[in-house]
């Protein structure tokens, strides 16, 4: 199974403040159809996740403009430009270019 | 409006059979490219892939559950199932339903399996 190491755990922020989160692949997620099957969710607390970033970089509808996605092949990064407050919960990656999916194992993001 | 929802038992025994319903609305599983999926997670804990179907009836399943889980789908009640055969304590969580591979997600159910 492929395996997805995210970086930091936790994370605190001050509001405003500019965040990044690694999830580093334990193989290629370029599938051979030329897309590369990365997502990246959120879970508030007390929520259901979901999705804000699916195959990389590409923004969900409705999913504010301050979360962007980039990387290529096993590295790959989240980054929030200008945190606020609604952000808080746990952010988990995802692959879907090889069975079984697989997820992170999520990092925490607080509110300072 | 993308919406899903699920129900089930939400106690059951050891051994017993786990029988989950992922109600939907806003598309349907007869359209081409579209999957529903089953994902779990253990309260506090992380998030675990269990099946996916899609809509000409190919299905996928984490091999970690071995031959327990069964999907299957009815497109004219706009539905999805799944069944999870002898069911212990490790298989309490709550379940989710989602489209494609987590595109939108429904609320969750939660499952304990109890003696």
């Known amino acids: 199974d492929v395996v997805l190491t995210q970086t930091p755990p936790t994370l605190s922020a001050t509001i405003g403040q500019s965040v990044s989160i690694s999830c580093r692949s334990s193989q290629s997620l370029l599938d051979s159809d030329g897309d590369t099957y990365l997502n990246w969710l959120l879970q508030r607390p007390g929520q259901s996740p979901q999705l804000l970033i699916y195959?990389?970089?590409n923004l969900e509808s409705g999913v504010p403009n301050r979360f962007s996605g980039s990387g290529s092949e096993t590295d790959f990064t989240l980054k929030i430009s200008g945190v606020e407050a609604e952000d808080l919960g746990v952010y988990y990656c995802?692959?879907?270019?090889?069975?079984?999916?697989?997820f992170g194992s999520g990092t925490k993001l607080e509110i300072k | 409006q993308v919406t899903l929802k699920e129900s089930g038992p939400g106690i059951l025994q050891p051994s017993q059979t786990l029988s989950l319903t992922c109600s939907f609305s806003g598309f349907s599983l007869s359209t081409s490219g579209i999957c529903v999926s089953w994902i779990r997670q253990p309260s506090g804990k992380g998030l675990e892939w269990l099946a996916t179907i899609c809509w000409e009836d190919s299905k996928g399943y984490n091999p970690s559950l071995k031959n327990r889980l069964t999907i299957s789908k009815d497109t004219s009640n706009n539905q999805a199932f799944l069944k999870i055969t002898s069911v212990d304590t490790a298989d309490t969580a709550i379940y989710y339903c989602?489209?494609?591979?987590?595109?939108?997600w429904g609320q969750g159910v939660m499952v304990t399996v109890s003696s």
């Open positions: 195959s990389v970089s």
């Open positions: 989602a489209l494609n591979y987590g595109g939108r």
């Open positions: 995802m692959q879907a270019t090889h069975a079984p999916l697989t």
